[in-house]
């Protein structure tokens, strides 16, 4: 017997409270989706962003490495590739070392994306500095320029402890910043 009917509530608020729940949890769900979607889009629009802001530099690195190295022309023995966030420009004839230009990455001929220095690959070093490129645009040279000669003159070696572009890079693993 249940003459005030409290099975007929208790069954109401069961339901009720089912209810809320579902969709409560299938919200939290399409939320979870929506701030993953966005914080996807975003990573993409920061990255195409950095690009763009990039792209003096990846011009300058393109024609270097495209052009005067001969990287568009065949015969010359310049490899292309796309590869450690860049366009990469292997066996570059007039190449000491390496080196990153925006998006764009130069390779000496026995300097290439394999070479290991103090463990660290060459092609790992150099993607570093196209992530630093891509946040500092157009700042890119000149901070590089600017880091680079205060440790080769205060340091005694362009890669000494006072550049701080370097810092990151030749860190096992490496990575962009100090
Ligand atoms: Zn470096």
Redo the contacts with the bound molecule.
């Keep these: 017997m249940d003459p005030l009917g409290y099975s007929f509530f208790g069954t109401c608020w069961s339901g009720i409270r089912t209810g809320a729940t579902a969709v409560y949890d299938a919200s939290a769900a399409v939320g979870g989706v929506v701030v993953d979607a966005a914080a996807a889009v975003g990573k993409v629009t920061a990255d195409v962003a950095g690009k763009t802001w990039a792209a003096g530099n990846t011009a300058i690195g393109v024609v270097a490495g495209g052009v005067i190295g001969g990287g568009f022309i065949s015969g010359i023995g310049t490899d292309i590739s796309i590869g450690n966030n860049a366009i990469q420009f292997e066996n570059v004839w007039f190449m000491f070392g390496?080196i990153?230009l925006g998006n764009s990455i130069l390779y000496a001929e026995d300097f290439g994306p394999e070479y290991k220095i103090d463990g660290v690959k060459n092609k790992d070093?150099?993607r570093?500095?196209t992530y630093q490129s891509q946040v500092l645009g157009p700042f890119y040279l000149f901070a590089h320029l600017y880091y680079g000669l205060k440790a080769a003159i205060l340091d005694k070696d362009w890669?000494g402890p006072l550049n701080i572009?370097?810092t990151g890079?030749?860190s096992n693993p490496p990575r962009p910043w100090p």
């Design positions: 390496a990153t070093h150099e570093q500095h890669h572009l370097e890079p030749q």
